[in-house]
Nanobody, 123 residues
Framework: VQLQASGGGLVQAGGSLRLSCAAS????????MAWIRQAPGKEREFVAA????????AYEDSVKGRFTISRDSARNTVYLQMSYLNPEDTAVYYC?????????????????WGQGTEVTVSS
């Protein structure tokens, strides 16, 4: 399984970014995909997840209403649309996956990881 994340960058508070995760190496129809972030000096934190089969989603409380996770089955790609960003969202964002159609909301539940993409939000 290969997960290739992209789309990070520097943005001002209140701005938006869209992260992408290109997945390959498997058929992901029974998988759950997630975005996990790690801020400097902090533990990895679950952000959002999506069940590939039906698009069901889950979010960490602080991003609800601001972030949207989605998937494009034709492109085997998962997206994280982030809006109303604030400096507390600054982190390295990782795409992660688990080979089960059950959404779990802890970072340690995901066994497959891509490289991270850095998001910096300036105040």
């Amino acid at each position: 399984v290969q997960l290739q994340a992209s789309g990070g960058g520097l943005v001002q508070a209140g701005g938006s970014l869209r992260l992408s995760c290109a997945a390959s190496g498997r058929t992901f129809s029974s998988w759950t995909m997630a975005w996990i972030r790690q801020a400097p000096g902090k533990e990895r934190e679950f952000v959002a997840a999506i069940r590939w089969s039906d698009g069901r989603t889950a979010y960490e409380d602080s991003v609800k209403g601001r972030f949207t996770i989605s998937r494009d089955s034709a492109r085997n790609t998962v997206y994280l649309q982030m809006s109303y960003l604030n400096p507390e969202d600054t982190a390295v964002y990782y795409c992660a996956a688990r080979p089960y159609p059950v959404i779990l909301i802890t970072a340690s539940s995901y066994g497959y990881w891509g490289q991270g993409t850095e998001v910096t939000v300036s105040s």
